[in-house]
């Protein structure tokens, strides 16, 4: 074997010894798809096993996602058999990474990892036994082609034994999942989708406008990655899959509150078109804008299959709970914000897409904003404030071209938003917030930018906790917080009288009292009125992956918390009258709440390191 091979088995082998995982931060747990030694297949067809997939065509009537039944027959049956899902469907050595192309002897037969899996006796405890099994996958339409295979010899020794026939969309390179956000003015709408149409071959176009008008037509932007884009393994071996062409149409000059329909849609360089079923949205309020105005904040959300392949490892328990909780309640919800950890994809880029597919029914719809977390950013020698593999080598490249924030630079993934009497500062806990740095003036900027007499409600939020957190991790550590966190920050929450400090990174659910350099500075628990002379700190990392445990020690300043996934839900009435209310995902119901009432005066008064300065001139 030549030392160009060697290397890159090497690489290979250290993406499975080495797989970036939770373990070594405070989440535990591992991507489900870094447990299958996928270069250390072995090809051992055989004819007495056989796997046929149906139905072979989907997507006939435009659906983005199809059930799919796969029986297989086995003579030789075992405990650890399992199934991949491959796509594109001719899965061997021609897609392995380039330096693997100068001698096909030396090339691993399988080198990309399947987009999910199940063990074959999923369904049917009875496998080992008759050989035969029926398994349902759902599939989405990821703009190529698709095929089963049957292994033998586990995750960690697989053999070949039997391949399935090919099955596609009717239109693979569709537009598929939209995902809207706010654009940089408070009266635009991005959109964002997925296709597999490049600029070359067809011109995106978002169509929209108020329901029973001629729709107008707004062209749309075009990007994509490769895999020279990404930092390194697996993203750059065994978990690249090419992400598509994304499409970003800029809807602008929105009337506040009104609503819009709207198409995605492609004209094909031979004139004729392509486009989405009809989504709608509604615009957001003016600035200041006095109306009922209601906020979904959560993070740590993760992925899961609703067919439950690749949950052996039990990543994200809760992610479809959360999901659902949300589409249940879409008609009362405004706006949702994900700060941070969104699919744990980790370097396997197929997840990006089944992630989108999960919360397609939000995001196209609400306006999904979103944070950078260490599951997005994080990789040595990157420029990401914290020297981990996180991201599996994303290094950020997947969740900034996949989806929009009003980022003056999306790779420095911080940026401000109104919604209303709300502002928004989302900071990136990935990149250096400390005094002095380019993220810091940001940080007071957002904060003292805002017009309090229209805007009252003022928000921080980030993905680590940068404040409060009475997670063990964080206990044992002596810190109960991200070092250099409020140490740097606190000043600038209290200065700008910031009312509610949100955080992710714990997956779990804790709040505060009001405070200001560990000191509570209000009483009580369930409403605050008067003067705001501390910031509240929320951690509402329970989004959907496993849960973090909290210390024994007794927090003093933490006043409710819960070993559970959930969600916040803020309900702005007017300008004086906030709700926060903490909502299980498991069943919608409220756990926790608080209320704030207060005027316009009491945001002006004199608190402690939170004053104007004055004269005595007269």
Not at 381 to 392: K, L, P, V
Request: hydrophobic share 35%; glycine share 8%.
């Amino acid at each position: 074997m030549g030392m160009g091979a060697l290397f890159f088995l090497a690489v290979l082998v250290s993406c499975f010894v080495n797989a970036p995982s939770a373990s070594a931060d405070i989440h535990g747990g591992e991507q489900p798809l870094a447990k299958i030694a996928i270069h250390k297949t072995v090809l051992a067809l055989r004819e007495s096993a056989s796997i046929k997939a149906r139905p072979s065509l989907l997507g006939q009537n435009d659906e983005d996602t199809e059930w799919i039944i796969v029986k297989l027959t086995n003579t030789d049956p075992a405990e650890d058999d399992w199934v991949g899902v491959f796509s594109p469907a001719k899965f061997n050595e021609s897609l392995c990474y380039p330096i693997l192309q100068r001698s096909h002897e030396e090339s691993p037969y399988i080198c990309t990892a399947p987009i999910k899996y199940k063990y074959a006796n999923d369904s049917n405890p009875s496998y080992t036994k008759t050989g035969k099994t029926a398994l349902k996958f759902q599939l989405i339409n990821q703009r190529s082609d698709f095929s089963f295979a049957l292994f033998s010899g586990g995750l960690s020794n697989p053999k070949l034994i039997a391949v399935s026939n090919i099955i596609a969309f009717a239109n693979p390179k569709a537009p598929v999942f939209p995902r809207l956000a706010q654009g940089k003015a408070w009266d635009e709408m991005t959109v964002t989708w997925t296709s597999g149409y490049n600029i070359d071959e067809a011109y995106p176009f978002v169509e929209w406008g108020w329901e029973g008008d001629t729709p107008m037509r707004s062209p749309a932007g075009t990007l994509t990655f490769n895999r020279g884009s990404l930092c390194g393994p697996p993203a750059t071996t065994v978990g690249w899959r090419h992400p598509g062409y994304i499409h970003t149409g800029f809807l602008k000059n929105l009337w506040p509150n009104a609503v819009y329909y709207y198409k995605l849609g492609h004209m094909l360089n031979d004139g004729t078109y392509v486009r989405s079923k009809t989504y709608s949205f509604r615009a957001s309020p003016y600035p200041g804008q006095e109306s009922l105005q209601r906020v979904i904040m959560f993070g740590d959300m993760g992925k899961a299959e609703r067919d439950g392949s690749n949950e052996y490892a039990n990543y994200q328990p809760g992610s479809l709970n959360t999901t659902d909780q949300l589409i249940r309640d879409l008609d009362n919800i405004d706006i949702v914000f994900l700060i941070g950890d969104l699919p744990y994809a980790n370097g396997y880029i197929s997840q990006w897409d089944q992630f989108t597919a999960q919360v397609a029914e939000i995001t196209s719809t609400k306006a999904f904003m979103i944070a950078s977390g260490n599951h997005e950013r994080d990789w040595v020698d990157s420029g990401s404030f914290f020297n981990t593999q996180d991201s599996g080598g994303e290094c950020g490249v997947p969740a900034e071209t996949i989806y929009y924030t009003p980022a003056e630079n999306r790779a420095k993934f911080w940026y401000q938003t109104d919604y209303g009497m709300f502002r928004f500062c989302i900071i990136d806990s990935e990149h250096d917030w400390r005094e002095g740095s380019e993220q810091y003036q940001f940080i007071e900027k957002c904060l003292a930018s805002v017009d309090r007499k229209h805007q009252p409600w003022l928000i921080f939020a980030a993905h680590r906790v940068l404040g409060y957190s009475s997670n063990e991790w964080y206990a044992n550590e002596g810190s109960f917080e991200e070092p250099e966190g409020r140490e740097h920050l606190q000043k600038l929450w209290q200065k700008y009288k910031v009312d509610i400090a949100f955080f992710g990174h714990v997956h779990s659910y804790e709040r505060t009292c009001p405070i200001y350099q560990n000191q509570c500075v209000k009483t009580g628990t369930s409403h605050y009125s008067g003067v705001v002379n501390g910031t509240i700190h929320a951690v509402v990392g329970g989004g959907g992956s496993h849960l973090s445990k909290f210390t024994p020690i007794n927090t003093f300043w933490s006043i409710y918390k819960d070993y559970d996934w959930g969600f916040v839900k803020l309900t702005a009435f007017n300008r004086s009258s906030l709700l926060f209310e903490y909502k299980k995902s498991r069943d919608g119901e409220v756990y926790d709440s608080f209320t704030i009432s207060r005027d316009y005066k009491d945001v002006l008064a004199c608190v402690h390191d939170g004053c104007e300065f004055t004269t005595l001139a007269a």
